[in-house]
């Protein structure tokens, strides 16, 4: 064993290397500890074109949903909604201004019976030009939706442009008529 | 900012409280004791005066959220991959496990279309393909992905680099 008797080298850098390397992992820990959480799933259907569906109406009072409405060379609205859900009666009165300032907005119902729909449009008003009944949820997994409510800017050749996650707050409808304008 | 009504801004399932049972106070309770109690009976009652709201589906469970598929090889092949697909409503549970109402959707989307001879990567992709790699538990090769998959290699090349010396050396002796 010449090495071991031979005047020892300096220990390089290289000794550090592990106390470096877990101190790197530490600092990977504890960044992902802190980072607040985000449990949102954006859909990755932005910048790409609405599924073909066709749903049936979830209310005597407006025609069902099929994706045809969504071509007709004018931006829309598409709002997954349900009757059973709070934030969707809590955003209401957001859809109603818009409605009012002449936005077009249709309405996919997630698994909601009609008599449910009926009153919840009853109590806390319409905004919808149409209103697709979607009991398996099969518009709301085809668009990448994975909550109510969600509204998307669909653009006037029938591509989805923006995904809103949760409620309409007041303060969102100018962001909602600026992303519709962009999507002209 | 206003507060939203849950820390996430979906409807969840509302969880029912749970019934308290109360047990009966003790004779003996100290004056302080029985405060608490008070306070602790009051807030009970806050509770209970608070409906709990009905923030979940009237609807029976999609036909195939629950029911199995009749050929034993295909849902064996649906069960394999609901194990390793996320529920977007229960993000720790997968869709096997879930009971929200989308994950038994989910479900059903994949029995029904594995039914329909269905490759189940496909369906995996075509979940990729609107929510992101976040939906399947099984990571996909990707260039994000490359240093989870090359990690392993890597380290076992970097251990054989280390000890080589020692290997060296004990040949020598």
């Given at each position: ?184 | ?76 092949k649906?069960?394999a991959l609901?194990?390793t ?33 269905e490759d189940p990567e496909a369906i995996r992709q075509w979940l990729i ?7 399947s538990?099984t990571?996909q ?33």
């Amino acid at each position: 064993m010449s090495e071991a008797t031979a005047p020892s080298k300096r220990p390089g850098l290289a000794v550090w290397l592990p106390l470096g390397l877990f101190a790197a992992f530490l600092a990977l820990v504890f960044v992902g500890l802190y980072w607040p959480a985000d449990r949102e799933v954006s859909s990755a259907f932005i910048g790409k074109p609405l599924p073909v569906f066709d749903l049936p109406p979830a209310t005597d009072e407006r025609p069902g949903l099929a994706t045809p409405v969504f071509k007709q060379g004018k931006p829309r609205l598409l709002n997954v909604f349900a009757s059973w859900c709070v934030p969707c009666a809590v955003e209401s009165s957001q859809l109603a201004a818009l409605a009012k300032q002449g936005v077009e907005i249709d309405g996919v119902a997630i698994r909601d019976r009609k008599e449910d729909v009926a009153r919840f449009l009853g109590q806390y008003g319409n905004p919808f030009a149409r209103i697709g009944k979607d009991d398996l949820s099969q518009v709301q997994l085809a668009i990448g939706s994975s909550g109510v409510p969600e509204t998307f800017v669909v653009d006037s050749k029938g591509i989805i442009r923006y995904q809103h996650i949760g409620d309409i707050r007041p303060e969102d409808v100018p962001m909602i008529m600026r992303k519709l304008a962009e999507a002209q | 900012m206003t507060a939203p009504i849950s820390s996430h801004r979906h409807c969840e399932r509302s969880e029912a409280i749970q019934s308290v049972t109360h047990t009966a106070l003790d004779c003996c309770a100290t004056l302080a004791m029985t405060r608490v109690w008070v306070w602790f009976i009051a807030l009970l009652a806050l509770f209970a005066l608070t409906a709990p709201l009905a923030a979940q589906d009237m609807l029976p469970p999609a036909p195939y959220a629950y029911k199995q598929l009749a050929d034993p090889k295909q849902e064996a092949k649906a069960q394999a991959l609901m194990e390793t697909l996320r529920c977007l409503k229960c993000q720790s549970q997968s869709i096997a496990d879930s009971d929200a109402p989308m994950a038994g959707d989910m479900r059903h989307q994949v029995r029904t279309r594995i039914a329909a001879g269905e490759d189940p990567e496909a369906i995996r992709q075509w979940l990729i393909e609107r929510y992101g790699d976040y939906v399947s538990y099984t990571p996909q090769v990707k260039p994000i992905t490359w240093p989870l998959f090359a990690a392993p290699l890597l380290f076992l090349a970097l251990a054989a680099f280390l000890l080589r010396g020692r290997f060296r050396r004990s040949k020598g002796a």
